[in-house]
């Protein structure tokens, strides 16, 4: 018997897991994902390997090697849908501190063996390397993100994932603006929903994990954390977290580094 | 200002208040100021000593602390940080179900009842007014919107007549307040000096009934000049104003003038403005579908003129730059909005001044949109 299930394949670059595992972590709705789809390669998941091309490929991780440099191509090629998840393979991860650092300094230090290690002097995403049909932001991704990811591309629509500020989702949830009435350093109003607002809703504010909404004005938002009593390297320090090669975040950061030299 | 209300007047006293509370909750699901996060919201509300008791609130641009008071008032403090929308226009309402079995499509419209009508308790003039401009918006209109309107229909509302303004607040400008105007069914005004009361008085037939039926006295002249002048006082102490003449023309007919380049440099698109605000009324309609059910949801959810998605259109969004976006709302919000509901969408509450992460002053650009272009730049750029 044919299978007419669109073929899923979950691939990993340089990464921490989290963002597949909030596949598995769909729990309640990882049935209803597994009759819709055939998982054809999902090595975290699974033994079974089945061989491409796949209809939609989730690519989780950034490209830090040149073996993965090459690798990416591979997945690309054998893969109708492409599919970026999470930070890391959206704008290079938290391994992207590499990009504004020296690498072989971080090599010697870490490794006792540095000759062993093949890696490359950053960490990018993985749009940078091939064509990408969609990213989906976040550290880790969102379930409910992923699985309207995953129900629109088998429906043969447009992903309805919102690109609005954290704020927007703070206003909804009905959570007090921490800057606003606390002075708390927050990264919602420059980055994109997708959580929910949910760290402002337990007192802290936002780190900034599904990275930099479209047109952020972080010039601006520095200047008011400014206001608020951080100092360039504090903003510096804010900024360069899961995101800090996204190009908005890279460049203020980079801005603010100068102005605490 | 004198309470423009012609109702029955009557004083009640702390216990007092709680048995109107109590009379409320009977019916109602009550709702009212409290402390909670740091900030007055609003939300349910059993006791009087749920009440920001002794609470006050500084608010400016872009800054919103609480204070504690000299006295033991209970409305002694401006706007709250949660406006009541969210209890006649929730965040989310679902509006109908889409059920396919796979041979036929059928659509089941939902109109979600909440379990028991809703009582607004406390909330300020400003307020009242938003709920009157929503009624121009939402309900004067050919086809009234079903999911307000029910909502709107079993509403009572308490007013508390706002006798200790914030630095944001510019109703007196706005011609909404410190006074309640109409549409209230009781309102208060909060009395400190000596004994602690709230002169009340009736604003419709149910207020009238509910006020019979609550342990008052009398209003004398002593109750009546000391609401007087507490909200004489007010008015006077209100330090921002709109400048309002002329200003929809102005608005609308400057649609190149450089201040809205310049508030875009400081504007972030968060859409905090628009989502404090208590008028704002837009909304996406979005609908799920879950993975393998034959059922999807539509719902309209709170949306943002400030978002990329908002005016995305086929070929891309319509307004990509901040400063669009901005006069987009500015605009509408003060000028177009006059023409299209034939009130002003602005009531003066300020919670667009005080909950803007960066500041920004609606009153101050429309002070730098009636400046000939090119005079007096902005002092502050980041």
């Not at chain 1, 991860?93 to 950053?122: C, K, M």
Request: proline residues 7%; hydrophobic residues 40%.
């Amino acid at each position: 018997m044919v299978d007419h299930r669109a073929s899923l394949a979950v691939f990993k670059l340089a990464s921490c897991d989290g963002c597949q595992l909030t596949l598995l972590n769909c729990e309640d709705e990882l049935l209803a994902v597994a009759g819709k789809v055939r998982i054809a390669y999902f090595p975290e998941a699974t033994r079974g390997v089945l061989r491409g091309p796949y209809d939609v490929a989730l690519v989780e991780g950034s490209v830090t090697t040149p073996a993965d440099a090459e690798r990416i191509g591979e997945i690309r090629a054998q893969s109708r849908t492409l599919v970026s998840i999470g930070a890391c393979a959206t704008s290079g991860g938290i391994q992207a501190l590499r990009n504004v650092g020296d690498v072989e300094e971080f090599r010697s230090i870490v490794y006792a063996h540095p000759g062993y290690i093949a890696t490359l002097a950053h960490s990018t995403p993985v749009a940078q390397h091939v064509a990408v049909d969609f990213e989906l932001r976040g550290c880790p991704v969102d379930k409910g993100q992923l699985l309207e990811l995953l129900t629109s591309l088998l429906a043969g629509r447009h992903p309805r994932i919102s690109t609005a500020s954290v704020c927007v989702e703070c206003k909804l949830r009905g959570t007090v603006c921490l800057p606003v009435s606390r002075g708390v350093a927050c990264l919602g109003p420059v980055t994109q929903s997708g959580c929910s607002g949910l760290c402002p809703a337990y007192g802290r504010g936002c780190y900034g994990c599904f990275g930099p909404v479209p047109g952020a004005n972080l010039a601006s938002l520095a200047h008011q954390l400014a206001v608020l009593g951080l100092r360039p390297e504090d903003i510096t320090r804010l900024l360069r977290t899961v995101n800090t090669a996204a190009p908005e975040f890279a460049a203020e950061s980079a801005r603010q580094e100068m102005m605490s030299r | 200002m004198p309470n423009q209300s012609t109702g029955t007047e009557a004083v009640l006293d702390l216990p007092g208040l709680q048995a109107l509370v109590d009379a409320l909750a009977a019916t109602h699901t009550v709702i009212g100021p409290q402390v909670s996060d740091g900030a007055i919201v609003l939300g349910p509300l059993a006791r009087v000593d749920q009440l920001p008791v002794g609470m006050g609130d500084d608010q400016d641009a872009g800054s919103y602390r609480l204070r504690e008071r000299t006295d033991r008032a209970v409305f002694g403090y401006a706007a709250s940080a949660v406006p009541a929308k969210r209890w006649v226009f929730p965040p989310r309402e679902p509006m109908s179900r889409t059920h396919d079995d796979g041979t036929t499509v059928s659509v089941e419209p939902v109109l979600a009842r909440p379990q028991r009508p809703v009582a607004l308790f406390g909330v300020r003039s400003c307020d009242l007014a938003a709920l009157a401009v929503h009624d121009r918006a939402l309900l004067a209109r050919p086809v009234p919107d079903p999911w307000y309107a029910q909502r709107r229909a079993g509403l009572f509302i308490v007013v508390a007549a706002c006798t200790t303004p914030a630095r944001s607040c510019f109703c007196v400008s706005m011609g909404t307040g410190p006074a309640p105007g109409a549409g209230f069914d009781l309102s208060l005004t909060e009395l400190v000096e000596g004994e602690h009361r709230f002169l009340v008085t009736s604003g419709s037939p149910a207020g009238e009934q509910l006020l019979a039926r609550l342990p008052t006295r009398a209003a004398d002249t002593v109750d009546r000049s000391a609401a007087d002048a507490a909200l004489r006082q007010a008015a006077e102490s209100m330090t921002r104003a709109m400048p309002t003449d002329g200003l929809a023309a102005l608005l609308l007919g400057q649609p190149e003038h450089p201040a809205w380049a310049e508030v875009a440099q400081r504007c972030l698109a968060c859409g905090n403005c628009t989502l404090a605000c208590p008028t704002c009324f837009c909304t996406s309609i979005v609908e799920t579908a879950e993975l393998g059910s034959p059922v999807s949801e539509r719902a309209r959810v709170w949306d943002s003129c400030f978002t990329a998605d908002f005016s995305h259109m086929h070929g891309g969004s319509v307004r990509t730059g901040i400063s669009a976006r901005y006069r987009q709302w500015m605009t509408h919000k003060l000028g177009a909005w006059v023409e299209q509901f034939g009130v002003s969408g602005c009531v003066g509450c300020g919670r667009c001044i005080t909950w803007c992460p960066v500041g920004i002053d609606i009153t101050e650009q429309a002070r730098a949109l009636a400046r000939p272009a090119g005079q007096e730049p902005r002092e502050r750029k980041p």
